[in-house]
């Protein structure tokens, strides 16, 4: 589940559910640096990838957010906006974004 408004005109949006159908690393397999969680979006309507079984993906990249600390440091975290759609509560459920396109 997506849990950022990526780009809400073609259905990129906060709580949006589907499928992960493949991960990038920088080299070959984990512990290295992840550049993109490609998955495939049942109301997305933008342009797509098509991976080797011919199912249109979408690439995920991780974001970077900025915000200043308590001592006026700098701080920064590089995050994937995605979370397990299975673990999420009510509670957790109640700031997320609807789009109805029905």
Not at 26 to 35: A, F, T, V
Not at 70 to 75: A, L, R, V
Not at 85 to 90: D, K, S
Request: with cysteine; aromatic share 8%.
């Amino acid at each position: 589940m997506l849990t950022a408004n990526i780009w809400t005109q073609a259905g990129l949006v906060n709580s949006s559910i589907r499928t992960i159908e493949d991960i990038l690393f920088d080299e070959q397999e984990p512990p290295s640096l992840l550049i993109a969680v490609f998955i495939s979006f049942e109301k997305y309507e933008g342009p797509t990838i098509s991976n080797s079984e011919d199912v249109k993906v979408i690439p995920i990249i991780p974001i970077k957010q900025t915000w200043e600390g308590k001592s006026e440091t700098q701080c920064s975290r590089l995050q994937v906006p995605i979370c397990l759609a299975w673990a999420i509560t009510v509670h957790k459920s109640q700031g997320l974004t609807y789009l109805n396109k029905g």
